[in-house]
């Protein structure tokens, strides 16, 4: 028996566990995974946990430069507004962390396990790719996971790989997000990409509803307090919430 694992299990059993993952790097995927947590907080209290173990950005997005305190009844989390923040980053600081795979599974079983997490919905935003981030999810929740792509042949050719493994392992997917597809300008949206027929293709052959997003050359002034930005961006995660 791992007792730290059995630990989160009884933490996230009667939680509605969302993840946002992507097959792989670069797709803006903690900046929508923050984005449905401050969304989502608006309504009710949110949890969100960053598992990345190695690049974790939550924290840098959020302007968070502090650990988290520790109590008797757990690690305590930041708050911002409605939104409980749980981070590796925020036990390590900005110190480099190298472990082997066995180590990385007892690192994410630590974090969920002792999270003093009280909110009944948890976002949790995921590492790119399958690794043990991934499989060590699995062992403690049962998630719904919200992928992120761009449309790009590539993104959508490693996507793929991953909706056949989640599919295989019985985990829903509940929302395809193609990111960063168009740009707004005075003649018309630019496809920065291409336009975005390939995702709407996957969603279409594994049934899995696609929403597209935009690029907001505004966000980046919110790069480090991304809680104060709200563009077209953080609008659109929201009805994709809604929908």
Same mark, same amino acid.
Request: proline fraction near 5%; hydrophobic fraction near 40%; glycine fraction near 8%.
């Given at each position: 028996?791992?007792?730290?694992?059995?630990? /989160? &299990?009884? =933490?996230?059993?009667?939680?509605?566990?969302? /993840?946002?993952?992507?097959?792989?790097?670069?797709?803006?995927?903690? *900046?929508?995974?923050?984005?449905?947590?401050?969304?989502?907080? $608006? &309504?009710?209290? *949110? /949890?969100?946990?960053?598992?990345?173990?190695?690049?974790?950005?939550?924290?840098?997005?959020?302007?968070?430069?502090?650990?988290?305190?520790?109590?008797?009844? +757990?690690? $305590? @989390?930041?708050?911002?507004?409605?939104?409980?923040?749980?981070?590796?980053?925020?036990?390590?600081?900005? =110190?480099?962390?190298?472990?082997?795979?066995?180590?990385?599974?007892?690192?994410?079983?630590?974090?969920?396990?002792? !999270? %003093?997490?009280? $909110?009944? *919905?948890?976002?949790?935003? *995921?590492?790119?790719?399958? +690794?043990?981030?991934?499989?060590?999810?699995? &062992?403690? /929740? %049962?998630?719904?996971?919200?992928?992120?792509?761009?449309?790009?042949?590539?993104?959508?050719?490693?996507?793929?790989?991953?909706?056949?493994?989640?599919?295989?392992?019985?985990?829903?997917?509940? =929302?395809?997000? !193609?990111?960063?597809?168009?740009?707004?300008?005075?003649?018309?949206?630019?496809?920065?990409?291409?336009?975005?027929?390939?995702? $709407?293709?996957?969603?279409?052959?594994?049934?899995?509803?696609?929403?597209?997003?935009?690029?907001? @050359?505004?966000?980046?002034?919110?790069?480090? &307090?991304?809680?104060?930005?709200?563009? #077209?961006? =953080?609008?659109? #995660?929201?009805?994709?919430?809604?929908?």
């Amino acid at each position: 028996m791992n007792p730290l694992l059995e630990l /989160a &299990r009884e =933490r996230f059993k009667d939680k509605k566990v969302l /993840a946002v993952m992507s097959a792989k790097g670069g797709v803006g995927k903690s *900046t929508i995974a923050s984005l449905i947590a401050l969304n989502l907080s $608006e &309504r009710q209290k *949110t /949890a969100l946990i960053d598992l990345d173990i190695y690049g974790n950005s939550t924290l840098k997005l959020f302007g968070i430069n502090c650990l988290h305190e520790v109590s008797k009844e +757990g690690i $305590e @989390p930041f708050i911002v507004g409605n939104l409980s923040i749980f981070s590796v980053g925020g036990l390590v600081g900005d =110190r480099y962390i190298v472990l082997p795979g066995k180590e990385e599974g007892n690192v994410l079983e630590s974090l969920l396990g002792l !999270a %003093n997490v009280k $909110e009944d *919905t948890v976002v949790i935003d *995921t590492p790119p790719g399958m +690794g043990e981030e991934l499989l060590t999810l699995r &062992r403690v /929740a %049962n998630p719904e996971v919200i992928l992120v792509t761009l449309p790009s042949k590539l993104s959508v050719m490693v996507v793929k790989q991953m909706l056949d493994y989640l599919l295989d392992s019985k985990i829903e997917v509940k =929302r395809l997000v !193609a990111n960063m597809c168009y740009l707004n300008s005075p003649n018309g949206q630019i496809y920065p990409f291409g336009k975005p027929e390939i995702v $709407e293709k996957i969603g279409k052959e594994y049934g899995i509803t696609v929403d597209y997003l935009p690029v907001d @050359p505004e966000l980046e002034k919110f790069s480090d &307090r991304i809680q104060n930005y709200s563009g #077209v961006l =953080r609008e659109d #995660v929201r009805k994709i919430l809604e929908s």
